[in-house]
């Protein structure tokens, strides 16, 4: 049996409570508990979805910034607005190993 594929946020789901299970080869989150415990704290709070397991692209040189739009949450926050929004990292990263 083939070891099952990690996320960079694998052990920080581990330390939540996750319950893990075999996604397309990759162990990942279905719940952290109650599910209507999570749902409450989504609409209240925040929610982070764990999609590392789908693309990792490096985009790089001079240009590079001007092809993604600028993550601004403080003036989405004052407005209420809310969107789904990739974090970028800046600093080099470790290379995941499929």
């Known amino acids: 049996m ?4 990690t996320t960079p946020f694998h052990q920080a789901h581990q330390d939540a ?8 080869g990759w162990e990942l989150p279905i719940h ?10 989504v609409r209240t709070d925040a929610g982070m979805f764990d999609v590392s397991h789908m693309l990792v692209t490096d985009v ?3 240009n ?3 092809l993604f ?4 949450c403080q003036r989405r926050c004052q407005t209420r607005l809310r969107r789904q929004s990739p974090l970028f990292r800046a600093a ?3 290379r ?3």
């Open 32 to 41: 952290y508990g109650s599910q209507i415990a999570e749902h409450e704290a």
């Open 92 to 94: 080099q990263r470790q």
């Open 2 to 5: 083939t070891a099952l594929k």
């Open 17 to 24: 409570g996750a319950k893990l299970v075999d996604f397309a």
């Open 69 to 72: 739009p600028q993550t601004d």
């Open 60 to 62: 790089a040189g001079a």
């Open 96 to 98: 995941r190993r499929d």
């Open 64 to 66: 590079a910034k001007s």
